[in-house]
């Protein structure tokens, strides 16, 4: 049997194996960083509430609670206003 340049017989068919491997590999790695980012943008911190952060900013101790009270006013929580 002929060598043709130091490949096996099955050499086309090879080539052929060794390409669907390589896609099917970066493919996977494709869609896993798609899927990785839509589950990281459904839990961003911008889908809760104003009153919700503000209530987590208090509770961290990152403002006191005159300006908890004034910021919750603005919002419009407790004047009535929007």
Do not use: Q, T
């Given at each position: 049997m002929?060598?043709?340049?130091?490949m096996a017989p099955m050499?086309?068919?090879m080539i052929v194996l060794m390409i669907l491997v390589w896609a099917l590999v970066i493919g996977g790695v494709v869609w896993l960083v798609r899927w990785v980012a839509r589950r990281r943008s459904a839990s961003?911190?911008?889908?809760?509430s104003p009153e919700s952060t503000l209530k987590k900013r208090?509770?961290?101790?990152?403002?006191?609670?005159a300006t908890y009270q004034r910021m919750?006013?603005?919002?419009g929580r407790g004047t009535g206003s929007p």
């Open positions: 002929d060598m043709m340049n130091g050499g086309p068919a961003r911190p911008g889908d809760e208090y509770a961290n101790g990152e403002i006191d609670r919750l006013e603005d919002l």
